[in-house]
């Protein structure tokens, strides 16, 4: 019996094309899909065709009753059915590939009368697409590898150079530096750290984090002195696409993104504007950021360590600090003392600055003699470490003398007046010919009586003022270094000399 032209005619309203046109859509991807999965809203699989029944021994499942039920993300990698519900978009046609194969899939979702999703439907519309999607294949196989170079290098940049054992020094109050840095590395609190410019904090900021349980997830650091107020939001909280005139097409992702799952080190703390302020403690209190022109509220897992020169108490009470975010910060404090308060460690910082330079200028490893040591003793160094390793890479750059001594810092450093003689006159192996000349001779029954050569004079009152110093301490080195008034080093170099 023909059928008559009417039924065979489209109908003329369009919401009755439109769901004429997806059902037949639908059809087409049910006679032609490999299988089919339906996910609810809480992303727990409900339901499988018998066609994707194939596909669970690659999956690791012998048995269907043990796939239904279990999260999509959990049971099958690489999915994003989870993102389709959440976001309520469709992936029309997207390439998944995991350890059961490369498929061709769709992904829709699935909406009730009241507009609202209700979970989402998975098709695999090839499981060997490699014959027929040739050229699309080889393109997704090389953006792939270049996406994981960008991974790999990425990572390299990403990963911290320090340990806790990098901050150098056995002084009692760097020991109790590393003390509280380990303490701090086993929790997931807030860090600040405090201390002058120089001393150290963002070597220590990335020591924690290699201590911690974050090690193999990303350290980001942000010096927020050197970012531009206006720029800094969204340097921290990223960009949306379009945004603005001006922004990404594909938008940006902010520090507080990219440091997600390991360690966001914010240096300079003190120096960020007010109304920036705000918005970091919700980030903080919330673990939630909201990119820049966007309305999508994105998860975090990120431990945030601070660091400021300034004191912020103070600023709190003068009303350029939010008390609330410096209560938010000030969790863990650690100060790292200023390095005239750890002299006791500036022979192996010294040591440990020269290895490092004659590294990075492929120079020989140089040393400083007993004056130089003196010399840098008696500085005030208010940069710190900082400052004595700009002093000694000059230093080294500007000879080719293996041993360092005072004068080799020449106009570098100044030399107290109540610096040991040898340090603040040039060095000389013998006296002048002058001086020897216009010296008078005394009588030689005078010299032989009352005077023994000066060498000898001075040596043995060095030999027993170091054993009376020695004495005095029960052999304690430092503390006998520090009753003479000398460097340890220079009273190592007397000992070796007297034996």
Same mark, same amino acid.
């Given at each position: 019996?023909?059928?008559?032209?009417?039924?065979?005619?489209?109908?003329?309203?369009?919401?009755?094309?439109?769901?004429?046109?997806?059902?037949?859509?639908?059809?087409?991807?049910?006679?032609?899909?490999?299988?089919?999965?339906?996910?609810?809203?809480?992303?727990? $699989?409900?339901?499988?065709?018998?066609?994707?029944?194939?596909?669970?021994?690659?999956?690791?499942?012998?048995?269907?009753?043990?796939?239904?039920?279990? !999260?999509?993300?959990?049971?099958?990698?690489?999915?994003?059915?989870?993102?389709?519900?959440?976001? *309520?978009?469709?992936?029309?046609?997207?390439?998944?590939?995991?350890?059961? *194969?490369?498929?061709?899939?769709?992904?829709?979702?699935?909406?009730?009368?009241?507009?609202?999703?209700?979970?989402?439907?998975?098709?695999?519309?090839?499981?060997?697409? /490699?014959?027929?999607?040739?050229?699309?294949?080889?393109?997704?196989?090389?953006?792939?590898?270049?996406?994981? #170079?960008?991974?790999?290098?990425?990572?390299?940049?990403?990963?911290?150079?320090?340990?806790?054992?990098?901050?150098? *020094?056995?002084?009692?109050?760097?020991?109790?530096?590393?003390?509280?840095?380990?303490?701090?590395?086993?929790?997931?609190?807030?860090?600040?750290?405090?201390?002058?410019? /120089?001393?150290?904090?963002?070597?220590?900021?990335?020591?924690?984090? +290699?201590?911690?349980?974050?090690?193999?997830?990303?350290?980001?650091?942000?010096?927020?002195?050197?970012?531009?107020?206006?720029?800094?939001?969204?340097?921290?909280?990223?960009?949306?696409?379009?945004?603005?005139?001006?922004?990404?097409?594909?938008?940006?992702? &902010?520090?507080?993104?990219?440091?997600?799952?390991?360690?966001?080190?914010?240096?300079?703390?003190?120096?960020? !504007?007010?109304?920036?302020?705000?918005?970091?403690?919700?980030?903080?209190?919330?673990?939630?950021?909201?990119?820049? &022109?966007?309305?999508?509220?994105?998860?975090?897992?990120?431990?945030?360590?601070?660091?400021?020169?300034?004191?912020?108490?103070?600023?709190?009470?003068?009303?350029?600090?939010?008390?609330?975010?410096?209560?938010?910060?000030?969790?863990?404090?650690?100060?790292?003392?200023?390095?005239?308060?750890?002299?006791?460690?500036? #022979?192996?910082?010294? #040591?440990?600055?020269?290895? #490092? $330079?004659?590294?990075?200028?492929?120079?020989?490893?140089?040393?400083?003699?007993?004056?130089?040591?003196?010399?840098?003793?008696?500085?005030?160094?208010?940069?710190?470490?900082?400052?004595?390793?700009?002093?000694?890479?000059?230093?080294?750059?500007?000879?080719?003398?293996?041993?360092?001594?005072?004068?080799?810092?020449?106009?570098?450093? !100044?030399?107290?007046?109540?610096?040991?003689?040898?340090?603040?006159? !040039?060095?000389?192996?013998?006296?002048?010919?002058?001086?020897?000349?216009?010296?008078?001779?005394?009588?030689?029954?005078?010299?032989?009586?009352?005077?023994?050569?000066?060498?000898? +004079?001075?040596?043995?009152?060095?030999?027993?003022?170091?054993?009376?110093?020695?004495? +005095?301490?029960? &052999?304690?080195?430092?503390?006998?270094?520090?009753?003479? &008034?000398?460097?340890?080093?220079?009273?190592?170099?007397?000992?070796?000399?007297?034996?």
């Amino acid at each position: 019996m023909p059928v008559p032209a009417a039924a065979m005619a489209l109908p003329q309203d369009a919401d009755e094309v439109l769901k004429l046109a997806a059902r037949s859509m639908f059809d087409v991807f049910a006679n032609t899909a490999q299988g089919m999965l339906v996910v609810d809203k809480h992303h727990r $699989i409900v339901w499988i065709s018998e066609g994707y029944k194939r596909f669970l021994p690659a999956l690791g499942f012998s048995d269907e009753h043990d796939f239904v039920g279990q !999260p999509v993300e959990q049971v099958v990698p690489n999915t994003l059915m989870a993102e389709v519900i959440d976001s *309520g978009q469709p992936m029309l046609v997207d390439l998944l590939t995991n350890k059961a *194969g490369t498929f061709l899939v769709s992904r829709l979702p699935l909406r009730n009368d009241a507009g609202e999703v209700i979970g989402a439907l998975g098709m695999v519309l090839l499981d060997h697409p /490699g014959a027929g999607l040739q050229p699309l294949m080889a393109k997704f196989v090389r953006l792939q590898r270049e996406l994981d #170079d960008a991974r790999r290098e990425l990572a390299v940049h990403r990963r911290t150079r320090y340990t806790i054992a990098s901050f150098i *020094g056995n002084s009692p109050a760097a020991i109790e530096v590393k003390r509280q840095a380990r303490r701090a590395a086993g929790t997931s609190s807030t860090v600040l750290l405090l201390g002058e410019t /120089g001393t150290g904090k963002e070597l220590l900021a990335q020591a924690i984090h +290699a201590d911690s349980a974050r090690a193999a997830r990303p350290f980001v650091g942000v010096n927020i002195a050197a970012v531009p107020d206006t720029l800094l939001e969204a340097e921290f909280f990223g960009v949306a696409a379009g945004a603005y005139t001006g922004a990404e097409r594909k938008g940006r992702e &902010g520090k507080f993104k990219l440091a997600d799952g390991g360690t966001l080190f914010l240096d300079e703390i003190g120096d960020m !504007p007010l109304a920036l302020q705000a918005k970091l403690l919700r980030v903080l209190q919330e673990q939630e950021v909201e990119p820049l &022109g966007s309305n999508k509220v994105e998860k975090l897992d990120l431990r945030v360590i601070a660091a400021t020169s300034r004191d912020l108490a103070v600023m709190v009470t003068e009303g350029s600090f939010r008390a609330d975010l410096y209560y938010r910060l000030n969790v863990l404090p650690i100060r790292l003392p200023a390095l005239r308060e750890r002299m006791p460690d500036l #022979d192996a910082l010294s #040591d440990h600055l020269l290895a #490092d $330079i004659a590294r990075r200028n492929s120079q020989p490893h140089k040393s400083l003699s007993a004056d130089a040591m003196d010399l840098l003793a008696a500085q005030r160094w208010p940069g710190n470490i900082r400052e004595l390793g700009n002093a000694l890479e000059r230093a080294c750059l500007m000879t080719d003398d293996l041993r360092l001594a005072a004068r080799h810092f020449g106009d570098l450093l !100044p030399v107290p007046m109540d610096m040991p003689t040898r340090a603040r006159m !040039p060095l000389r192996d013998e006296p002048s010919e002058a001086l020897l000349q216009g010296a008078r001779p005394l009588g030689e029954a005078l010299m032989q009586s009352l005077l023994k050569p000066l060498p000898v +004079a001075v040596a043995e009152l060095e030999a027993s003022s170091i054993r009376a110093a020695l004495s +005095a301490t029960k &052999g304690n080195k430092l503390a006998a270094a520090r009753l003479l &008034g000398i460097a340890r080093a220079t009273l190592y170099e007397k000992l070796g000399q007297l034996g």
